[in-house]
């Protein structure tokens, strides 16, 4: 697994961007960026990403994360 500080930089970006707006919002919007290839992440590289991270996660962490897991997989 290769991640670049940029490929996480953008996605603390593009999350500062997403505060106020609502959870659901949130994740479908993250899912269609990553999609697109505007978060500068493939949704494999993203995938890949989640699954390294998720043991440093706390419960509700882990539920969101999973939940922008299962709207890539659409």
Aim: glycine share 6%.
């Amino acid at each position: 697994m290769d991640f670049r500080t940029q490929d996480i930089k953008n996605m603390s970006e593009i999350a500062q961007r997403m505060q106020g707006k609502s959870e659901d919002k949130v994740i479908s919007e993250l899912a269609d960026m990553i999609r697109s290839g505007q978060g500068g992440l493939t949704p494999q590289k993203a995938m890949q990403m989640f699954q390294a991270i998720m043991p440093m996660l706390t419960s509700e962490q882990k539920r969101k994360i999973k939940k922008l897991m299962e709207e890539l997989q659409y």
